[in-house]
């Protein structure tokens, strides 16, 4: 198994910055990639930014420029640096995270993993 968890949400208010970080630990042969979602109140998940583990990142629209996601691959742990926020960015964000693992010896299998979630709110 592996678990992931997140911190580093709270309330802040318009304009201002927060770092969700998220360390993934467990039996993790590889990791391939780690990326945050959010959901807001009434509306589906839906994804904000990805990276590889060799630093590739994909950010949605909504979020370039003010978003920054990082990884450290050796401690399996993504951050995500918020600046600029904004009332509309107010969510859940969850962590997520594409392993590798070992069934048995010498049998592996591909992973999607999710953290709890940890609320962000961007209000005055």
């Known amino acids: 198994q592996v678990q992931l968890v997140e911190s580093g949400g709270g309330l802040v208010e318009p304009g201002g910055s927060l770092t969700l970080s998220c360390v993934a630990s467990g039996s993790i042969v590889s990791l391939y990639a780690m990326g945050w979602y959010r959901q807001a109140p009434g509306k589906q998940r839906e994804p904000v930014v990805s990276?590889?583990?060799?630093?590739?990142?994909n950010y949605e629209d909504s979020v370039k420029e003010r978003f920054t996601i990082s990884i450290d691959p050796a401690r399996n742990t993504a951050y995500l640096q918020m600046n600029s926020l904004k009332p509309e960015d107010t969510a859940v964000y969850y962590c997520?995270?594409?392993?590798?693992?070992?069934?048995?010896?010498?049998?592996?299998?591909?992973?999607?993993?999710w953290g709890q979630g940890t609320q962000v709110t961007v209000s005055s």
């Open positions: 997520n995270a594409q392993v590798e693992q070992q069934l048995k010896e010498g049998v592996y299998a591909d992973y999607n993993y």
């Open positions: 990276i590889t583990s060799g630093g590739s990142t």
